[in-house]
């Protein structure tokens, strides 16, 4: 495959991303999907700075290809995880929900690749002027938190194309090489893959988890929490609940204590499917089964190849 502004960015064989995720992606997911020729996060939002090294370490052994870190910075951790980021010269980060301009200096200045997880063209521009060097331009179908504008990544990702001169990396809704086509074709260079590796042999999201994913049909994940904190979730018990609350106008600090502290530990980690938050996107109900990580790339590689011939092949102009 040819490279492209992400894949010779990363030094990766393949422009595909594994989104970083709480509770899923460790250093095993990542280093496996490294290993496959894309490029693997850590997801160090459910981690301690010292759970993350560990991660780090386990990471660098499993690898020698490049992996990232995922580092969401509204989290209390986030200075110390770029610490430890730094201390272990990792060449990657990813940072999301916050402000792209808390972090990305320092890390350029260690010579760390820095992408951007933005949903709107607002956002885009605030993370070119902090100087990131690509964007990760999410629709709102992606699993866990996204925008609440609710744009979806085919509205989303030429938007963004046309607001920045950055590289962009689509997030939200990709299952197979025909999305990733489309959202070539839309302007991204990449692609970021969230649920379908959640759901993955790899991932360490409990089996209970991975088989809701699996079981799930269209219009059992929705977006909820607009008030507080967007998050895209299959609906359960836990969603039924809030919907409830979020219809009687309960404030939102009332929906923080009801949430409390742990729901996603809950669902996706501990496989509590009534009580826990259940992050997915709307993709689940194209996921039908728990593969490998390498399993993944080799099948969006392939469908890839042949979503482009057969467009070639039907091309009505020629
Ligand atoms: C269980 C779960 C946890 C996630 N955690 C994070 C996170 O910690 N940081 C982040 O930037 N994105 C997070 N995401 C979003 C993914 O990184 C990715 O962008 C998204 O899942 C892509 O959309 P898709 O689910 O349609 O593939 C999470 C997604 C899921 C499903």
Known sequence: MAHNPISTLFNIQFPIIQGGMVWCSGWKLASAVS??????????????????????????????????????????????????????????VFTSAGNPSLFTKKLKENRCI???????????????EAGVDALVAEGFEAGGHNGKE????????????????????????????????????????AIQVGTRFAASTESSAHIKYKQTIISAKEGDTQLTLKQLTPVRMFKNNLYEKLEDLISKGTHSDELK???????????????????????????????????SAKEIITNLVETYQMARKSLINNDFLS
């Open 35 to 92: 290993n496959a020729g894309g490029l693997g996060l850590i997801g160090s939002g459910s981690m301690s700075p010292e759970l993350l090294e560990e991660h780090i370490i386990k990471c660098k052994a499993a690898t020698q290809n490049p992996f990232g870190v995922n580092v969401p910075l509204l989290y209390p951790n986030a200075e110390a995880h770029i610490e430890m980021i730094l201390k272990h010269r990792v060449p990657v």
């Open 114 to 128: 820095v992408a951007h997880v933005i949903a709107n063209t607002k956002f885009a521009r605030k993370a070119e």
């Open 150 to 189: 609710e744009t979806t990544s085919f509205c989303l990702i030429p938007q963004i194309a046309a607001a920045t001169n950055l590289p962009i990396i689509a997030a939200g809704g990709i299952y197979d090489g025909r999305s990733w086509l489309a959202a070539e074709a839309l302007g991204a260079s």
């Open 257 to 291: 204590s009801f949430m409390g502290k742990g729901r996603s530990k809950k669902g996706v980690f501990e496989g509590d499917l009534m009580e826990g938050e259940l992050e997915m996107g709307a993709i689940s109900s194209q996921i039908t089964k728990t593969e």
